[in-house]
Nanobody, 128 residues
Framework: QVQLVESGGGLVQAGGSLRLSCAAS????????MGWFRQAPGKEREFVAA????????YYADSVKGRFHISRDNAKNTVYLEIISLKADDTAVYYCAADRVSWSSERVTKKPDEYDYWGQGTQVTVSS
């Protein structure tokens, strides 16, 4: 079992920036590729970004490329999502998720069904 706890959300003005964190516990963090998803009111959950076990491979949704940056610190069991130039459309609950992968795999995926564990989410609200 892996427990994931997101933090760092809040109310931000358009054009501002945020860094979301997701702290993992319970299993070996470096066994998991990690992903971020978001869900806006009235919309389906959508993929945002993913990062491989080593951190050497990242994958972004086209809609966030250039503004979002995913990273991880395996020593701290934490994955981060830095967001710059926030827009009103970024308003959503942001979730992190963990995908159990084979040892040394660089696999990343945008498919939510392939993730094994999910956090409870952190709200990001962007005011225009």
């Amino acid at each position: 079992q892996v427990q994931l706890v997101e933090s760092g959300g809040g109310l931000v003005q358009a054009g501002g920036s945020l860094r979301l964190s997701c702290a993992a516990s319970g299993r070996t963090f470096s066994d998991y590729a990690m992903g971020w998803f978001r869900q806006a009111p009235g919309k389906e959950r959508e993929f945002v970004a993913a990062i491989s076990v080593s951190g050497g491979t990242t994958y972004y949704a086209d809609s966030v490329k250039g503004r979002f940056h995913i990273s991880r610190d395996n020593a701290k069991n934490t994955v981060y999502l830095e967001i710059i130039s926030l827009k009103a459309d970024d308003t959503a609950v942001y979730y992190c998720a963990a995908d159990r992968v084979s040892w040394s795999s660089e696999r990343v995926t945008k498919k939510p069904d392939e993730y094994d564990y999910w956090g409870q989410g952190t709200q990001v609200t962007v005011s225009s």
